[in-house]
């Protein structure tokens, strides 16, 4: 079982709509949780944290945990064109180490 | 800009040469990780730096790979012996240890093995 886990996609969606992203991990004693976006070329960029069960929210991006089901995920609302991108999962696990997931591909459809 | 900086930006070298590549972190973090991504994957943890202290390094990573942080200022990895299986970006990272683990990523350095 992979750390952290990512459905790779792509994920379309129109523009305007909420993109939903999600990713599971693995170790119950993960204690903050992260997400980057990565365009093309590019090298990660951090765009949420959260450390609490709950929401999250800023902007157009609210991030969710459920440590009991050890699940985070990601919306974005109002999506734009210009927020096609890789999104990375990231999770610490208690020691500083801070792994990823494979990343999920979302395409903005204008 | 104060970011995080990797020189080189490109390397291309001959299967067998060692390469040297360098990170300069944002001044005041003390945590610096090195990671390693190729194409359709998420960066892979390498290891990481607390000050000067290498603090873990992954278990995945063979002895032909070095880190070096002196001083707990910029740090240096090196790969000896290089394969083609090397080619990759190879992303460093710094953090403040705040307990919260808030990466900051640079440009990164392209490595192709030929």
């Known amino acids: 079982q992979k750390e952290v886990e990512q459905n790779s996609g792509p994920l379309s969606v129109p523009e305007g709509a909420i993109a939903s992203l999600n990713c599971t991990y693995s170790d119950r004693g993960s204690q903050s949780f992260f997400w980057y976006r990565q365009y093309s070329g590019k090298s990660p960029e951090l765009i949420m944290f959260?450390?609490?069960?709950g929401d999250k929210e800023d902007g157009r991006f609210t991030a969710q945990l459920n440590k009991a089901s050890q699940y985070v995920s990601l919306l974005i609302r109002d999506s734009q064109p210009s927020d096609s991108a890789t999104y990375l999962c990231?999770?610490?696990?208690?020691?500083?180490?801070?792994?990823f997931g494979t990343g999920t591909k979302l395409q903005v459809i204008p | 800009d104060t970011g995080v900086s990797q020189d080189p930006r490109h390397k291309i070298t001959k299967r067998g040469q060692n390469v040297t590549f360098r990170c300069d972190p944002i001044?005041?973090?003390?945590?610096l990780y090195w990671y390693r991504q190729t194409l359709g994957q998420g960066p892979e943890f390498l290891t990481y730096?607390?000050?000067?202290?290498?603090?873990?390094k992954s278990r995945l990573l063979s002895d032909r790979f070095s880190a070096e942080r002196p001083k707990g200022s910029f740090s240096t990895l090196e790969i000896q012996r290089t394969e083609q299986g090397d080619s990759a970006m190879y992303l460093c990272?710094?953090?403040?240890?705040?307990?919260?683990?808030?990466?900051?990523f640079g440009s990164g350095t392209q490595l192709s093995v030929l």
């Open positions: 959260i450390y609490s069960n």
């Open positions: 990231a999770v610490n696990q208690g020691y500083q180490k801070v792994t």
């Open positions: 730096f607390q000050n000067e202290a290498q603090l873990e």
């Open positions: 990272a710094s953090s403040l240890d705040t307990g919260n683990e808030k990466l900051f």
């Open positions: 001044s005041e973090h003390n945590r």
